[in-house]
């Protein structure tokens, strides 16, 4: 059955980043957790290390065995010398994970979409975590049965996890988020808000998460309609008003993006784009 | 002349229209036969072609979707596809245009006429007569159409149709099913005259723009398809070539899943420009066509290769579209450089390649005109003075993405790089910006936005003089600011770890900018070594080394020399070196901060510029000119990519590799933002090898504190000094057994040793371990020289600011040496003491005087023998212990066995003390019950007793209430006083004890208070008893005083009573003996020879006598009650005999007799003249019923009529004969015979109205056999009625229903059912 709970792994992503970097002979989850222990590396999920899934899922690390795919060795590059960009990437992959035409696969990351929307639609953080869970249930309640049959996997704790992937954004979106020596965080004084800007990548992300979810090949034409700028904005976690700034940003920092004016404004995604474009 | 067929070739292949085509089919042919000879075909796109007629030779049909934008070869390669197709034996249609199903007919028909001719003519005739068929089917249509939709007779729109035929209009109305029909057709005609099927190649659809219906052209284009693919398999194809928009369109709609139909063989789906996206398509089609045309080896270079990598550049530019027409400009300039080589004899170089783009020949729709424009403004400045300037300004031209540097080289014409750069740099920002490549005009931008806003204030960086002392300490303010924070995590609100600032400072020594940063830091990995002192120095070259501190940081940011980026690590930290004045990347500015070529180039893109602008951007006087969100939102962004490239500029992998150089361990440290914490997180633990972190976690100090505390629960050394072991350790630390686990494991861990037994059963023993740091401090004042004179005797000492100090040197924090000598001072093992303004830490000697031991023990024997001859029995087991170690051989001189008699005795005295305090105890606790016993007793005094009035009145009342009810009280309030004097008494004489002793204290004096409370509590508990036969008492007065009242309660009721009953000689008599008996209560009552008991203990002799006399009273109103029954029961039954007889019944008040009587006649009078108003009712009703036949109905004969005449005046007569009967009912006349005799009258008239009554019903019986029975209609409307009905709803209803025409009609049916007594009509008015 697919997850639909949103895996809580970003305090544990530098170690296990870390030991899939320098440390490709460990076979088993408690080697590498004990190793980066050893190593004075954080670890908070001890038991699950659900960050290892998730890596998985990305395509970052090998489906068996725990090493770096190709993929993984250019986000280890971004996440070791463009960290910012990397944590941008980062929420992409969330995001951009699960497709309304495969509706029940990556479901986590259908629920993740969710709790971003939420957000970005209401721009305020919910006074508690149960007012997102319910809103999560009746999203899925409007979806269809592919994931109407989930049991209620969803919950605070996938809120929470969900927070966790927002709150390293830079520029931030969770602001006022206080956090106790044992790492726990407190968002009673915390605040969301839409992001001025995001890097180059998650906006390229967000096109061709656009062209995709449309059903539009790379090297065609998308149309930018209001409807999907909007979508694009929404995926990044930005104002719609920085849509064409970002856009301008984006044409300059990737060659194989381009766009026309045929009356209405298109954009045209050459190829798929790649960790190591970022 | 090979070259004269690239030159002759023509870059645009035509498409004809339908009509041109099936006009002219041979012109045509040949036409694309010689541009296939010198067209190249793209890779991989023949195995798509051999797909497409694969299938089509197989006998089953095939499709295709070929789109691109005008230039990139469309017509050409639907050229190549006729081509191919032509020479499978395939009757392939040539590209021609689409713009309606007319055209596919009209083209193929034309085309296939054409081939058969060649091969079967006498099939063209079939042919013909098929398509003069269609076309009649597109007739009719059209005809029919017109007539509908213009409102048309057939005959006009046939006349119509006939103009549209004459010009040539009359297909549009051609349905794909009809069409298909035709090229089925036809497709086994070409089969039968040998060749393998029909391919069409439609090119330039745009969705038949000239219907303006788009949904009903996708409809059709989907009929057309899905036609072609299903029925019988049948080699058809179909090829469509369309632009990328029409394209769009189509996937977009909801008709987007016609695209995978046209993919059919899979991989049709074609988009030609991604093919011709290669990078060095222009060099292949160069080589191709140089190997298709056989061009000599001269030949060949008639195209400088610096012309094909800037056509490559036009094809791979983001805008390529918007600034060169593809393929079909390549061509153009292919032909261009052909033409000039056979002229010139020499290749076409880059500079003639610029001439003809800026003139636009090798370009299409006016592509050319911004950089020309450029080209002309820039030609124009005074400052492109030479020739090999101005062919630096033609290569920028021809350059979208940027001259590479070797481009200029090849070009400079003895012009320097400095002076090149220098001129580029010039052209900033407003003709040049740099890309990734090189310098490039600005119209090559990829983006659209023009010149950036935030550029114009950052030119005023310009000139920037990289020599300025000034941007010097700017550049370290900047990465004090802004880089700082991002290579370390600064503490703040909220979060526990990271740096603190303790103090820095910002100094401007010999032009070296030095900022200084004095801090602790706790690394969120290294919580065991928390508030590392580090110094953080950043500086420019030059910068002193720091003094000497834990650990240190030093970043010298150097603008003058030739030094590389390094990174020395040495056990105290870790010193940087960096070249701020090397360029980021000479060839090319980094992606990230492209957006800066716009004003600089790759060679001055160095760490300086860059955190020149961070510091530029915190002035405020640039901040106050960033205005507007867009800006805004651009400085923001640039700040944040700016400050990502500076710190992979010093903190790369290089600088990493030089670390490694001078630590090997540190290679699986990750290079980047991270890399100065996580090498210090390397460093610490080697740093202080010697050091035991206690301040590890939040509220350590308070954990020590209580450490501190449990060990001052013990006195014996043993235990204090870790040597013997203790149990129950949460309840030691007073803590939960989670919280004490946490604190071994935690804060304590090297000041707990738990131990559990083998078996693992029972309590762990615990060990108050010496910490190490309190090892080695005990250690150093063991060994020191150092003495200092504590009570006369020599101690070995040492200062305490050097215990601080070497605690400093091998990593403690100055308060965890406080606590940890504050804990070792607790063991009893040091102590403190200030001598000569010094304080001093010296071991503590211990030595125990055995006699006062001995003393101490005869002391608590004595005790314990008075305690026992008071009876306080007393036995303690350390007292045995002790008796039995004093005994001991040698423990004189025994310091250990003397400190275990020391605690045993002291556990004994404490224990005796204990005891003594329980003895106490207990006799203040039994008292204080007695007191609260006490209190128990309390009476509550019936509140009847303290109410002075409202108590019955009767002869005796006064004395009884007023005399000897304050007696009774009385009783009850004397004892609650004593209650609450006995208590205050008692509840003194306990606190006094307590007094004397707290004053004292001492075991003798506990033993005597406690006698003397055990004696206070026996004189208390005789008293209670005697207040407790007190109370019995003055109840058991209260019981008999009760009675009294009651009694008296009863004589004034029963007085009463009589009183009301008088005129009654009986009664009076009873009443007279009634006040005898209250005058002997009275006497009684007042009698003082009697005790209180005694008077109001004989009641019963009293009570007797008034029972007696009520009951003779009562026994006199019951017989009265039984005459009324007797007299109401009479009249009842003589009513009884009437029809409506229910006569309300009077109960008997034997108060109230005579009204009792007059209520039993009022309401036999009522039961009378109820019956005569019956009679009146009914009457009246009866009248009116008798006026119909009278007035109303039409049919009723005049006998009938008489009859009822009669019968009302009958009924008339009755009634008034009944009202006179009813004018005589008066209550006052109401006896037996009169009630007899009303009843005979009233019996009687009724006898006379029922006689009249049968008359009555006769009569109706008569009147119903005159009407006829309603008619249908007038029975359908009795049905419909109901009682009570609005006339008009039903009407409504009824017409509704179409049951009724009219409402006359149904007013008709209405008084039919009136007329024959059916119905009953009320009507009110309005």
């Given at each position: 059955m697919a997850r639909i709970h949103i895996l809580r792994g970003f305090s544990d992503l530098d170690g296990a980043l870390w030991v899939l970097k320098y440390h490709p002979e460990l076979r088993t989850r408690s080697e590498i957790v004990a190793t980066i222990l050893e190593n004075g590396l954080i670890v908070s999920d001890r038991t699950r290390f659900e960050i290892l899934q998730l890596l998985q899922e990305w395509g970052i690390a090998e489906s068996k065995g725990y090493q770096l795919t190709l993929k993984g060795k250019h986000f280890y590059f971004l996440w070791e010398m463009k960290p910012e960009i990397a944590i941008d990437v980062l929420h992409g992959l969330q995001y951009n994970l699960w497709s309304k035409h495969v509706p029940h696969q990556n479901q986590a990351s259908w629920a993740y979409q969710r709790v971003c929307d939420y957000l970005w639609e209401y721009q305020i953080l919910p006074e508690s975590e149960d007012d997102l869970t319910a809103y999560v249930y009746e999203m899925r309640e409007e979806l269809d049965e592919n994931l109407g049959n989930i049991a209620n996997a969803f919950s605070r704790k996938s809120v929470n996890g969900a927070y966790d992937w927002l709150l390293p954004l830079k520029p931030p979106v969770l602001k006022d988020v206080s956090e106790t020596s044992t790492g726990r965080r407190n968002f009673r004084k915390a605040s969301f808000t839409r992001r001025t800007h995001c890097s180059p990548a998650l906006f390229l992300m967000g096109l061709s998460w656009v062209s995709r979810e449309s059903k539009i090949g790379f090297g065609e034409l998308v149309e930018m309609t209001d409807e999907r700028k909007i979508d694009v904005c929404r995926f990044c976690l930005i104002e719609p008003s920085s849509f064409d700034i970002m856009l301008n940003r984006t044409l300059t920092r990737f060659d194989f993006l381009s766009m026309q004016r045929i009356g209405r404004l298109f954009v045209i995604i050459q190829r798929e784009p790649q960790i190591a474009d970022f | 002349m090979p070259l004269a067929d690239i030159i002759e070739k023509d870059q645009t292949l035509y498409t004809p229209s339908s009509q041109e085509l099936a006009d002219s089919p041979q012109e045509y042919a040949d036409k694309f036969r010689f541009h296939v000879a010198t067209y190249v075909t793209i890779k991989d796109i023949e195995s798509k072609w051999e797909a497409t007629v694969g299938n089509l030779l197989k006998g089953r049909s095939a499709t295709g979707l070929i789109y691109a934008d005008t230039g990139y070869g469309k017509t050409s390669t639907g050229a190549s596809l006729w081509h191919f197709a032509e020479s499978k034996?395939?009757?392939?249609?040539p590209p021609f245009r689409w713009n309606s199903f007319a055209d596919l007919l009209t083209a193929t028909h034309g085309w296939v006429r054409y081939r058969l001719e060649d091969t079967r003519p006498d099939l063209i005739p079939n042919l013909e007569e098929k398509y003069r068929k269609v076309i009649a089917i597109g007739e009719k249509v059209l005809a029919q159409r017109m007539s509908h939709e213009k409102h048309l007779s057939i005959a006009q729109a046939q006349e119509a149709t006939e103009f549209f035929k004459s010009a040539g209009r009359l297909k549009e109305e051609l349905s794909p099913r009809d069409l298909l029909d035709y090229l089925r057709f036809a497709t086994q005609l070409v089969l039968d005259s040998g060749y393998r099927g029909i391919l069409i190649l439609p090119d330039e659809?745009?969705?038949?723009?000239?219907?303006?219906?788009?949904?009903?052209?996708?409809?059709?284009?989907?009929?057309?398809?899905?036609?072609?693919?299903?029925?019988?398999?049948?080699p058809i194809g179909c090829v469509v070539f369309t632009y990328n928009e029409t394209f769009a369109s189509i996937k977009e709609s909801e008709y987007n899943y016609l695209l995978a139909r046209f993919a059919e063989p899979s991989g049709n789906l074609i988009n030609l420009e991604s093919l011709y996206g290669e990078t060095d398509f222009a060099k292949y089609l160069w080589e191709k066509l140089s190997d298709l045309r056989h061009l000599s080896a001269a030949e060949s270079t008639a195209i400088d290769n610096d012309v094909l990598e800037s056509l490559g550049q036009f094809l791979r530019h983001t805008r390529s579209r918007s600034l060169f027409s593809g393929p079909r400009s390549v061509v153009q300039t292919f032909r261009q450089a052909a033409r000039y080589y056979a002229e010139n004899n020499s290749p076409y170089s880059l500079l003639d390649f610029c001439k003809d783009y800026l003139e636009g020949t090798i370009t299409y729709s006016g592509q050319h005109t911004d950089a020309a424009n450029l080209h002309t403004q820039i030609m124009e400045l005074p400052n492109v003075d030479t020739l090999a300037k101005r062919d630096i300004v033609k290569l920028l031209c021809v350059h979208p993405m940027g001259v590479p540097m070797e481009v200029f080289q090849r070009y400079a014409d003895g012009l320097p790089d400095a002076d090149r750069l220098a001129f580029t740099d010039n052209l900033l920002p407003e003709y040049v910006t740099n890309l990734?490549?090189?310098?490039?005009?600005?119209?090559?931008?990829?983006?659209?936005s023009g010149i950036d806003k935030l550029n114009e204030i950052l030119k005023r960086l310009k000139p920037f003089n990289p020599g300025s002392s000034g941007l010097h300490q700017g550049a370290v303010r900047a990465f004090q600011k802004h880089l700082l924070p991002e290579i370390f995590k600064f503490r703040t609100q909220g979060t526990p770890l990271g740096l603190t600032r303790i103090r820095e400072h910002e100094d401007s020594l010999d032009s070296n900018s030095i900022y200084l940063l004095e801090s602790t830091v706790t690394l969120p990995t290294l919580p065991n070594y928390p508030n590392r002192t580090l110094t953080v120095h950043i500086g420019t070259e030059g910068m002193s080394s720091p003094a000497h501190t834990q650990l240190s940081v030093q970043l010298i940011l150097d603008a003058i020399g030739e030094v590389k980026n390094t990174c020395h690590v040495t056990k105290h930290g870790l010193k940087f070196q960096f070249n701020i004045q090397r360029p980021i990347d000479s060839q090319r500015i980094p992606k990230e901060i492209m957006r800066l070529g716009d004003l600089f180039s790759p060679k001055s893109v160095t760490p300086l510029l860059l955190l020149s602008i961070l510091d530029f951007f915190d002035k405020e006087s640039t901040t106050s000119r960033v205005k507007g969100a867009e800006q805004e939102i651009q400085a923001e962004s640039l700040t944040t990519d700016i400050k990502g490239e500076l710190i992979r500029y010093f903190f790369s992998r290089e600088v990493k590799e030089s670390a490694v150089s001078s630590a090997a361990d540190l290679a699986t440290v990750p290079a980047g933002r991270g890399f100065i914490e996580d090498v210090l997180k390397n460093l610490i633990p080697k740093r202080f090898p010697h050091y035991h972190a206690v301040a590890t976690a939040k509220g350590w100090e308070n954990q020590l504190g209580k450490y501190r505390d449990a060990l001052g629960k013990f006195s014996t050394l043993g235990i204090r000094r870790g040597k013997t072991p203790t149990k129950d350790g949460p309840k030691l630390f007073n803590m939960g057994q989670v919280a004490f686990d946490n604190l071994i494991s935690g804060v304590a861990r090297d000041l707990l040793k738990v131990e559990q037994d083998s078996n693992r059963r029972g309590e762990p023993n615990i060990y108050f371990v010496l910490h190490p740091f309190e090892e080695l401090v005990l250690e150093r004042l063991e060994n020191s020289d150092d003495t200092l004179t504590v009570d006369g005797k020599p101690a070995n000492s040492i200062q305490l600011p050097k215990v601080y100090e070497k605690a400093k040197q091998i990593g403690y924090l100055d308060e965890e040496v406080e606590r940890l000598m504050e804990i070792l001072k607790a063991r009893g093992m040091v102590d403190i003491k200030r001598d000569g303004g010094i304080d001093y830490l010296?071991?503590?000697e211990t030595s125990i005087n055995f006699a006062e031991l001995q003393a101490k023990l005869a002391n608590l024997e004595e005790i314990v023998a008075l305690a026992n001859s008071k009876g306080f029995q007393y036995q303690c087991d350390n007292l045995s212990t002790a008796q039995g170690l004093v005994v001991t051989l040698g423990i004189q001189n025994d310091e250990v066995m003397k400190d275990t008699l020391r605690q045993e005795l002291n556990s004994a005295d404490t224990n005796l003390k204990n005891e003594c305090a329980k003895w106490i105890g207990k006799g203040q606790n039994d008292l204080k019950q007695k007191i609260h016993e006490l209190g128990t007793l309390h009476c509550e005094v019936p509140a009847i007793l303290k109410q002075p009035t409202g108590h019955?009145?009767?002869?005796?009342?006064?004395?009884?209430?007023?005399?000897?009810?304050?007696?009774?009280?009385?009783?009850?309030?004397?004892?609650?006083?004593?209650?609450?004097?006995?208590?205050?008494q008692v509840n003194d004489a306990c606190n006094k004890e307590i007094r004397v002793y707290q004053a004292d204290m001492t075991p003798k004096s506990a033993i005597e208070t406690a006698e003397r409370l055990r004696t206070a509590w026996t004189q208390t508990d005789e008293k209670i008893n005697q207040i407790r036969q007190d109370g019995k008492n003055a109840e058991q007065l209260f019981s008999y005083f009760e009675r009294w009242r009651v009694l008296a309660g009863q004589v004034e009721r029963e007085i009463q009573l009589m009183t009301e009953s008088k005129e009654d000689a009986a009664v009076q008599n009873l009443i007279e003996r009634f006040n005898d008996v209250q005058r002997n209560i009275r006497q009684h009552l007042a009698d003082n020879r009697l005790s209180l008991n005694e008077v109001l203990g004989n009641h019963e002799h009293f009570k007797k006598q008034i029972e007696s006399i009520n009951a003779e009273f009562h026994q006199l109103l019951t017989q009265k009650e039984d005459t009324f029954i007797a007299y109401q029961s009479k009249i009842e039954e003589q009513l009884q005999r009437l029809p409506d007889n229910s006569l309300q019944l009077v109960d008997f008040n034997p108060i109230d007799a005579d009204g009792c009587y007059r209520r039993v006649r009022e309401n036999a009078v009522t039961v009378l003249e109820r019956v005569v108003d019956g009679v009146r009712k009914e009457s009246e009703m009866r009248k009116r019923e008798l006026l119909k036949p009278i007035e109303v109905f039409t049919v009723v004969p005049e006998s009938l009529k008489n009859e009822a005449e009669q019968l009302y005046e009958d009924i008339e007569e009755l009634v008034n004969e009944f009202q006179d009967i009813r004018h005589s009912f008066t209550p006052e006349a109401v006896n037996h015979e009169k009630l007899s005799e009303w009843v005979e009258q009233l019996l009687s008239k009724l006898e006379t109205g029922r006689n009249i009554s049968d008359r009555r019903k006769q009569l109706e019986r008569k009147l119903d056999t005159l009407v006829p029975n309603p008619s249908e209609k007038a029975q359908m409307l009795q049905e419909a009625l109901k009682d009570q009905i609005d006339f008009t709803e039903l009407i409504v209803q009824l017409l509704s229903e179409d049951v009724f025409h009219s409402t006359k009609e149904i007013l008709e049916c209405l008084e039919e059912l009136y007329q024959a007594n059916l119905v009953n009509l009320i009507v009110h008015k309005k």
């Open positions: - | 034996g395939v009757v392939t249609v659809f745009q969705l038949f723009k000239d219907n303006l219906d788009i949904t009903q052209n996708l409809s059709n284009l989907k009929d057309f398809i899905f036609e072609l693919q299903g029925g019988e398999a049948c990734e490549t090189g310098p490039a005009l600005v119209c090559y931008r990829p983006d659209l010296y071991l503590v019955p009145l009767t002869e005796f009342s006064h004395i009884l209430f007023q005399s000897i009810r304050p007696d009774v009280e009385t009783a009850y309030t004397k004892i609650n006083e004593h209650i609450q004097k006995m208590q205050t």
